[in-house]
């Protein structure tokens, strides 16, 4: 192997002469790179970074060097998860970014985005360190110019993966269709920077050279998505798992796994199970993970809902379903498809972003866009026919072997040194060269951050500030709120109790009293009386009261898990008027419980 010097920064163009004797040992020979790689939310567990811990095993497998820079999303303990320390790795955290408003929940920490603006001094200083020979980024926000305008000033080797449909998100978000073009046209902005961008599949590359012109400002690869046909297999199906969550072994349990997000159209799903419902069909479905759109999905019928699975559970879980249902028209690839297919699942998928994953009538069914009939009829058809089940599973499992992930992911190694090899070869080292060659496509100059982009990204910076100061200040007083109210049940509920003990202590006292003002009983007779409570009224009494009490209880206890129930749904079905009422309604049950309750 001849791998390039580590020189310092300043000596990087020396290599043309050696990069250039390199290129005939491309292929199963690899350079040792030092790949510092952007990514926006490295700690979110999702198909980027789930691809961009895949890369990284390779790189490190291969006897090369790896430096993520991320933002501080996510959890921190998905940081090294599957044994990601290496001495040849390291994670750097922008200290400027704050969390993205619009997809922001409170009850899925793990899910919350992050948006990095800049790069500061001491990251910059901490990259340096790394010494990177060539700089990937995945995805073209804010921060991303900031790596750009490094790598140019510092002439390393530039290239990026695309991942995310994001501008066609915001088609499923009512009255953010204004944004689109802004999007397109800053997105455009990054990718104008980049020697090679890499697609996942012939249809993204066609809408990318359609509705964008990449095709004129970068050199538009595809590079796939590989599968651990391991860890993704049949033979992790288990019966005790199904049984476990209320699966019959003959029930026909149809899975949906992803993000429960608007764009993902977990609403097709929902309309799917209902139909099936409607029609009496007997089916079961599983739903594993989470989002704004879990509250919505946990009342469908038959429906079992999981939340966030990893490891060997999010296995077992493919692999104990019989039918994959995603209608998603946003994936860019389907890194959740193929695992499905890997697990030996028929498939029924959107045609465009998936198609690629299924041939109709042999693994599956590719449906139409938003079509929720076709959607419909493709899962009835193998939820009723046995026989295509199985054969649509043997194939997407043969299927799934052509992706092996090793021999997928080595092929980014080779990317890297193609690009290096471009670099130095074709632009002499320097990216002044690539801007002349590609003139003619830098719609807005060839500054990363001209003056009015710096404007419009200061904008968005405060912007985004002041909805995440709006948003913290909101659910602070949410929470306060929602405090008093379950404090306001709880008096009441603790009030009825005392009011109950002390009727029951004040009868007893009034009786005794009453019957010693009378002469009937002294002081003796009564508490001899008290303690020879065998007789039968006394015993219908007791057993009349423990009744009343165990309801009062069940009346409570049903009282304060509606109110967190409706409290933990606010912000998706409720206002906190309708948490007032909703407490208020429940509070007025239990008062009515005491007062015809027969204490």
Request: hydrophobic share 35%; net charge negative.
């Amino acid at each position: 192997m001849l791998p390039i010097p580590l020189l310092p920064l300043q000596q990087r163009r020396e290599c043309k002469d050696i990069a250039i004797a390199m290129q005939d040992y491309t292929g199963s020979h690899h350079q040792q790179h030092r790949v510092l790689i952007y990514t926006a939310c490295y700690n979110v567990i999702d198909g980027v970074t789930l691809t961009i811990r895949k890369i990284e095993k390779e790189i490190l497998s291969s006897g090369g060097h790896v430096c993520i820079v991320t933002t501080k999303s996510g959890i921190a303990s998905n940081t090294n998860i599957d044994g990601l320390f290496h001495p040849n790795r390291r994670v750097i955290f922008l200290d400027n970014s704050v969390p993205i408003p619009l997809v922001y929940d409170v009850n899925n920490p793990e899910t919350q985005y992050h948006l990095g603006f800049s790069l500061s001094s001491q990251i910059q200083k901490q990259i340096g360190e790394f010494e990177p020979t060539v700089i990937h980024v995945t995805v073209p926000d804010c921060a991303c110019l900031s790596v750009i305008e490094y790598a140019r000033e510092n002439d390393i080797p530039l290239m990026g993966t695309y991942h995310s449909n994001i501008v066609d998100y915001f088609d499923h978000y009512p009255g953010m269709a204004w944004i689109k073009p802004l999007l397109r046209a800053f997105f455009r902005h990054n990718y104008n920077f980049l020697q090679s961008l890499y697609v996942p599949t012939p249809f993204i590359r066609r809408h990318l050279t359609q509705d964008f012109d990449l095709d004129r400002c970068t050199k538009l690869k595809i590079w796939g998505r590989g599968i651990d046909i391991n860890k993704f297999s049949p033979e992790h199906r288990c019966q005790s798992f199904r049984r476990k969550l209320g699966f019959g072994d003959d029930d026909v349990v149809i899975g949906m796994v992803g993000r429960l997000v608007p764009e993902k159209r977990p609403d097709i799903f929902a309309r799917v199970m209902y139909r099936l419902d409607k029609e009496g069909v007997n089916f079961k479905a599983l739903v594993v993970g989470t989002g704004p759109c879990q509250d919505k999905l946990k009342s469908i019928p038959n429906t079992t809902f999981v939340g966030w699975m990893t490891g060997d559970d999010l296995s077992m879980a493919y692999a104990s379903c019989d039918i994959f249902l995603f209608p998603s028209s946003v994936e860019t690839f389907g890194n959740v498809t193929l695992e499905a297919a890997a697990s030996g699942l028929p498939l029924v998928v959107e045609r465009n972003c998936s198609g690629h994953l299924v041939r109709d009538g042999f693994n599956g069914y590719a449906c139409t866009a938003g079509d929720v009939d076709s959607f419909y009829d493709a899962t009835l058809d193998l939820v009723l026919d046995r026989s295509k089940r199985r054969q649509y599973a043997i194939n997407s499992r043969q299927f799934s072997l052509t992706l092996e992930q090793h021999s997928v992911v080595k092929e980014m190694l080779s990317n890297y040194t193609n690009v290096v090899n471009d670099f130095y070869g074709t632009y002499d080292g320097q990216h002044a060269n690539r801007d002349e060659a590609w003139n003619e496509s830098f719609r807005g100059g060839t500054q990363p951050k001209p003056f009015v982009l710096k404007l419009i990204v200061l904008f968005f910076v405060l912007s985004f500030r002041l909805l995440w100061f709006v948003t913290t200040c909101f659910d602070l007083f949410q929470g306060v709120v929602i405090s008093l109210i379950i404090s306001r049940v709880s008096s009441v509920i603790y009030s009825g109790v005392v009011e109950y003990c002390n009727n029951g202590v004040n009868n007893q006292g009034w009786t005794k009293q009453h019957q010693e003002s009378d002469g009937l009983l002294g002081d003796n007779e009564w508490d001899n009386n008290l303690k020879s409570s065998s007789d039968t009224n006394m015993k219908q009494r007791r057993s009349k009261s423990s009744s009343n009490l165990v309801s009062y209880h069940a009346t409570a206890n049903s009282s304060l898990r509606r109110v967190r129930q409706i409290s933990d749904g606010y912000g998706q079905n409720e206002s906190i008027f309708e948490i007032e009422e909703e407490s208020r309604r429940y509070s007025d049950d239990v008062n009515f419980s005491l007062k015809i309750g027969d204490w």
